[in-house]
């Protein structure tokens, strides 16, 4: 098993900057892909990054393209999501995920990751 923990979230005005963390414990050896992904009230949960095992491929949705910047340690099983720019639609729980399965990119899809923690609220005031 692996367990995700998130950190980091918080309240923060328009324009202004979080910065969240994911640690991972456990068979970490067997994870992969690392995705984040959010969820606002009345929502579908919605994939925002995303970094393969070795940093070599990154994804990002639209929505957050040029805003957040995702990184991974392996040395210390920690994944990093830098946002910056923050906007009031950014407001959601966030969510780390690990995939189980090798791939060559990132992948979009939540029902395809193995392991979740259990979010971080970002509020963003405007």
């Known amino acids: 098993q692996v367990q995700l923990v998130e950190s980091g979230g918080g309240l923060v005005q328009a324009g202004g900057s979080l910065r969240l963390s994911c640690a991972a414990s456990?068979?970490?050896?067997?994870?992969?892909?690392m995705g984040w992904f959010r969820q606002a009230p009345g929502k579908e949960r919605e994939f925002a990054a995303g970094?393969?095992?070795?940093?070599?491929?990154?994804d990002y949705a639209d929505s957050v393209k040029g805003r957040f910047t995702v990184s991974r340690d392996n040395t210390k099983n920690t994944v990093t999501l830098q946002m910056n720019s923050l906007k009031p639609e950014d407001t959601a729980a966030y969510y780390c995920a690990a995939d189980r399965d090798f791939t060559i990119a990132p992948r979009r899809t939540a029902a395809l990751y193995d392991y979740w923690g259990q979010g971080t609220q970002v509020t963003v005031s405007s």
């Open positions: 456990g068979r970490t050896s067997g994870i992969y892909t």
């Open positions: 970094i393969s095992w070795n940093g070599g491929r990154i």
